[in-house]
């Protein structure tokens, strides 16, 4: 994930679905505000499977895979609109800080 390597240069946006539209939920530095969220990991073969790995709290770990070569691995995170709610934020306050670090 290149966002280690450059912690301010990327962002996030979760889209929730409500009623039809989607609320937007920015983070600024999703590497550290995501990592505690339960999630689960994904490494994806050829296209078609997809072998859930155990659940994975705190540090972006990636896991070996099982088999090799992998197409593809990502993380599947677990959330609350609720939470995002809370920990989110507007794009406008995100792009204000990455203005204010450039």
Do not use: C
């Not at 290149?2 to 989607?22: E, I, K, Q, S, T």
């Not at 530095?29 to 073969?45: F, H, T, V």
């Amino acid at each position: 994930m290149n966002g280690r390597m450059n912690p301010r240069r990327y962002m996030m946006v979760v889209l929730a679905r409500d009623n039809g539209a989607f609320d937007e939920h920015w983070f600024a530095n999703p590497l550290e505000e995501l990592k505690d969220l339960p999630k689960i990991g994904l490494w994806e073969w050829r296209g078609q499977q997809i072998i859930p790995l155990p659940k994975n709290e705190g540090p972006w770990v990636i896991p070996d895979p099982t088999k090799d070569p992998a197409a593809n691995f990502s993380f599947k995170l677990k959330t609350e609109r609720a939470w995002l709610k809370e920990h989110g934020q507007g794009f406008e306050s995100v792009k204000r800080r990455f203005d204010a670090e450039s």
